[in-house]
């Protein structure tokens, strides 16, 4: 039963879900052992424990081919307490019958793995392929879209590579390693979950679940020996240009932009070498009108011959500073659109980091979008490319925070070299998305050291994009001295709770932003994780927690028109764990507020916002 002060409305709404949610595992947990009974499953739960192959989509949107294999699914699996250190190993474990199942891409705390044990942090997973006939005389591309933290690849028991690193996605050439007939893949990955490396929440000062291991999709693609291995792509509309960079060894590269399947743009390249694409009269992308240019590219030998072709996408906007009205603010395309937006930290009650299908994955854009925001804060994690194709397409703006290590001041060497090397994987992973519109190095002074340094360092590798270099530098834990403002990048950035008043001014050169507020909570019974639940502050019903919200973004408009505001970040989308201050539960079965009414006074400011430009 819901307290008391609960709407009715609420209350019939949960009682159903709840209802549904046991009628829905009642049956499942027949069918699987007890620790895999989910403690708060979502509507996507069981199609995920249930499907053969988890994430069948194809995982790369900007750099697609049509011949893919993907590796989702059961694996053998050894983990636990006494698993043989996994920390790059020179030979890979025998498993025999001692071997546990587990289903990839779920890191192995997750319910939806099959396994669900308190941080991992020796993993070995083995699986079995098959090339298909049709792939004979390619070379074969293995990809891992994220293994945290250390991964060593063994393809018939022979080494094959290693990657360090729990973000970014990573490649190996495994040809040399095949045979016919049936191939044996193992991955050994350590995680020490220490916090000497990027962890963000996942690490020891951390608040949520720990995650280990193989979390995003593990698939394999043929190529010919001379093939596309990126592509880095930057619209420029001072010029009405596309540029292209294309890292494919010595080659000639075709690229033609299409409009609704016309070609609408053509120019021939040199891979290595940054060519420009021609775009007259660009449409642009915004979140209004989120429009995006199909790209393909062909790749060419000295003799013209067709090695390689692959299909992308772009979207033609631009994102700067300026001043409106003698105030410093974000511009979009040459407008100021004050950005509203959710912190959203992509936890799930049944995957933890992985979210359990694609449609769920999508449905967080989705909803963000039908409530009016118009920024998406990824905070302290990454998601897969599939992520920000959603908010690509749907017309979301994002942030991009850097995940934080937590022991900056111990090995510095070490610890700080790994942060930065980290930093410009992710940076380089994700660099195609025309949604992404900042990068944020790092949060409440988090792990923070040489914050200037890398602010300036950010900017420079990536000026095509803003960089907010320490946002909520107010706050601070209490264990280690703040580095506070760094006094340079593109935002002065504070964090209030609740707030919104007291948020940062911008300055001569400096747009404010308020990069956390709000985190209001309402308990719903039946809908939140079995510890004990918190907040910034509360409300009794799903009526006056809208009221509280609807009131602190007309104080956002107020600070918008009068002291300079250009963002305002509230915390958050969903309940996380023991937090109860998202708009919906943790299990997104129930929306916390009044949507139509969010959307209402959302719209009211940004275009409040629009206005200002005039």
Known sequence: MLPHSISQMTM????????????????????VSSAQVPKLPTRWTKAAMETPIPFPEYPRPQLERKDWLCLNGKWDYIGGKTAANALNPAK??????????????????????????????????????????????????????????DATIFVNGEKAGSHAGGYDAFSLDITSFLKQGNNTL???????????????KNGPRGDYTFTSGIWQT????????????????????????LKLLVDAGTAEVFAAALDEKKVVAEVTGESGTAFYLPIENPKLWSPEHPFLYDLKLTLKDKNGHVTDQVSSYFGMREVKLGKVDGVVRPLLNGKFVMQVGLLDQGYWPDGILTAPTEEALKYDVEFTKKAGFNLIRKHMKTEPKRFYYWADKLGVMVWQDMPAIWYQHE???????????????????????????????????????????????????????????????????GYQKAAGDPGN????????????????????????????FGGVGLFVRGH???????????????????????????????????????????????????????????????????????????????????????
């Open 92 to 149: 890979p474990i025998g498993f025999g019958a001692k071997a546990e199942k587990i289903l990839v891409p779920y890191c192995p705390e997750a319910v939806l793995s099959g396994i669900e044990r308190k941080q991992e942090i020796n993993m070995w997973y083995k699986r079995s392929f098959e090339i298909p006939p049709t792939w004979k005389d390619k070379q074969v591309l293995l990809h891992f879209d994220a293994v945290d933290h």
């Open 411 to 477: 090995d510095t060497v070490k610890n700080r070299t790994t942060y930065r090397k980290e930093l410009k994987a992710i940076i380089d992973d994700q660099y195609n998305a025309p949604s992404i519109i900042a990068w944020v190095p790092f949060n409440e002074n988090w792990g923070a050291f040489d914050v200037r340094e890398i602010t300036d360092w950010v900017k420079k590798y990536d000026p095509s994009r803003l960089v907010n270099g320490n946002s909520g530098f107010n706050n601070n834990p």
């Open 528 to 614: 939140m994780w079995p510890v004990e639940n918190n907040a910034y502050g509360y409300e009794p019903t799903k009526s006056a927690l809208t009221d509280r919200y609807v009131l602190l973004m007309d104080q956002v408009e107020q600070l918008m028109k009068y002291k300079g505001l250009s963002v305002a970040v509230y915390t958050q989308t969903t309940d996380v764990e023991h937090e109860v201050n998202g708009l919906l539960t943790y299990d997104r079965a129930v929306e916390k507020m009044d949507v139509e009414r969010v959307r209402e006074v959302n719209k009211a400011v940004i275009e409040a916002g629009i206005k200002l430009n005039r």
């Open 489 to 516: 990048g593109d935002f002065v950035d504070t964090h209030i709770y609740i707030g919104p008043n007291d948020a940062s001014q911008p300055d001569d050169k400096r747009a404010a932003s308020l990069g956390e």
């Open 12 to 31: 019939k709404i949960a009682t159903k879900l709840t209802a549904y949610s046991l009628l829905l595992f009642c049956s499942l947990s027949a069918q």
């Open 218 to 241: 593990v698939w394999m693609e043929p190529v010919s020996k001379n093939y596309i291995k990126n592509i880095r792509i930057t619209p420029d509309l001072a010029n009405s240009r």
């Open 186 to 200: 193992i991955v050994a990955a350590h995680d020490p979950n220490d916090g000497r490396t990027p962890s963000g």
